[in-house]
Every structure is written in structure tokens, then in C-alpha cells.
């Protein structure tokens, strides 16, 4: 089977770079020279080991994006921005009916899964693109459709810790704390203690030198009300490695998809694991 032809959108940032350098030695996928970027970046061009990738600039890629879909039929988005970026950017797919891997979280998630139904393109969409982990939140929401109520009366405290650069909330802390709310704890959003200062990382937390620049750790404790019961559920991630092997799993399926006639669809990660 042909390549799929990918744009990996959000370059020069690391999870960006990451996803790009990683698809290069993947024969499944074909990487395009083309990246759309952000307005604060200040040059026009990427370098890499193998090529040099033309960074598409808000003001210019409606210009541009029309010849870049004629020179690579069946091109597919992988979106790794910024959460401000993300529903401008599904509209942009939209509107040029070119689909996509959404692993950018934040934005009005509500407001992006409407803008694909209401399309002619399908989409994956995830706040994690790591299976095993999503396979983890996968069990949450088993528990909390089975056993409501499971753990009412109990306390909740969530900590997760990633590299400075991220700028929201993790989706898969919201995503399990929304979980753990379904089976009787009273806990919000709110209550999830983000980490971003790398000396507390590395000096409090022990996340080793070399990933305080990329990790996902995250330690979710349940205590019941009279202290004498305790849970606890933790997954740390060291690097974004995890995190492309699973978009690759996404770009595939989701060609499958689109190959079956799919249009106006969304797909999870949970949908990809299913396969």
C-alpha cells in the first residue's frame, strides 16, 4: 500500500519536531517539506538532517495550501500547535476538506468535534496519543459506566507535571478526574496541581535532567474519608516517543476510514485502539 503523504503542522516546536523526525524513518507514511507554524515564529524555514521544510505562516497558508493539495493527493493533517491554534487550524482543514490527527490539546474541544461533523472530512481527535495510556483512561470510564459511585466519600488529589512549554492543563488528568467524579468523588478541574517549574520537577518530583524538557507524570491518589484506605494510580511518561508511535497508529486508521467512505466523522484514540 502507497505511503500516506503527511503535513506535520507545529514546527519548530519539540513535539512538532519529534512527530516529523520520527515519520521520516516510518515507510507508511511520505513527510511533506511543509509545516504550518505560528505568527510569532520569525523565520520561514526548517532545517532537518534530510530536508529543509517551508513553514506556512497564518497570513500565507490559504495561499499556499491550494497548490501543496494538488502536488500531494490524499495529503493528511498531523496537528501538533498550540492549544490557541486549535480550532482556527481544524477550520482551516476544514475549509481546504484535507483530513486530520489532532494530538494539540486545548481550545473549545466542543466547538472542534462540531467543525469536523459539520464537514465533509473525518478527523481523529485525542488528548493523548499514547495507547497504553489511553487504554488506562479506557478502564477509568469502564468503572465509573459500571461501578457509579465506586469510590463516594473518598478524596481525590491529582498531580501531573510536564515541561514548561506546555501551556494547558493535561487533557488525560481532565479526562480521568471527569472518571473519578462519575464514581461519587466530588472533584473538578480545578483541583489538578499542575507542575511546571523544572527545579521542583527535578529536586522534588525526581524526573531525571535529561527529560524536564519532555515528560507527562501524572499520580492520581484516592484517600477514603476515614484516611485508613488509599489508592493510587500513576503513569510516567520520560520523552514523546510514546506519543508518535500512537499518531502513526491514527494517521493509518484513519486512511482506512476515509478509504470506507467516512465523512464528517471524529474519531478517539479509543477508536484506533479498537481498531
Not at 493535561?170 to 483541583?191: I, L, N, Q
Not at 484516592?222 to 510516567?236: G, M, P, R
Request: proline letters at 5%; aromatic letters at 10%.
Amino acid at each position: 500500500m502507497e505511503p500516506v503523504p503527511i503535513m506535520v503542522n507545529g514546527l519548530p516546536g519539540k513535539m512538532a519536531a519529534t512527530m516529523f523526525n520520527f515519520a521520516l524513518k516510518d515507510s507508511r507514511v511520505a513527510v511533506m517539506p511543509f509545516s504550518l507554524t505560528g505568527s510569532d515564529i520569525p523565520f520561514s524555514e526548517y532545517e532537518t538532517e534530510t530536508m529543509t521544510v517551508k513553514l506556512l505562516h497564518p497570513d500565507r497558508r490559504d495561499h499556499e495550501i491550494g497548490d501543496i493539495l494538488k502536488q500531494y493527493p490524499g495529503l493528511m493533517m498531523v496537528d501538533y500547535t498550540h492549544p490557541s491554534a486549535v480550532n482556527d487550524n481544524a477550520r482551516f482543514y476544514v475549509r481546504h476538506a484535507v483530513p486530520f490527527v489532532m494530538g494539540t490539546t486545548g481550545g473549545d474541544r466542543s466547538l472542534l468535534e462540531e467543525t469536523v461533523k459539520k464537514s465533509e472530512i473525518s478527523a481523529v481527535i485525542a488528548p493523548n496519543m499514547a495507547k497504553q495510556i489511553v487504554g488506562f483512561q479506557a478502564m477509568m470510564d469502564f468503572a465509573a459506566s459500571s461501578f457509579p459511585d465506586l469510590f463516594k466519600g473518598y478524596r481525590l488529589q491529582v498531580k501531573e507535571s510536564h515541561q514548561r512549554g506546555k501551556a494547558d492543563t493535561s487533557g488525560t488528568a481532565k479526562a480521568v478526574v471527569g472518571s473519578f467524579s462519575r464514581m461519587g468523588v466530588s472533584c473538578s478541574e480545578k483541583d489538578i496541581e499542575m507542575e511546571r517549574d523544572p527545579d521542583r520537577q527535578r529536586d522534588i518530583w525526581g524526573i531525571p535532567e535529561a527529560f524536564l524538557g519532555g515528560h507527562g507524570w501524572h499520580t492520581y491518589t484516592l484517600t477514603s474519608a476515614d484516611q485508613t484506605v488509599t489508592f493510587e494510580f500513576k503513569h510516567n511518561v520520560n520523552g514523546r516517543d510514546v506519543y508518535t508511535l500512537g499518531t502513526l497508529d491514527a494517521i493509518l486508521y484513519l486512511r482506512n476510514k476515509i478509504q470506507s467512505g467516512a465523512k464528517g466523522q471524529v474519531f478517539t484514540m479509543m477508536d484506533v485502539l479498537k481498531g
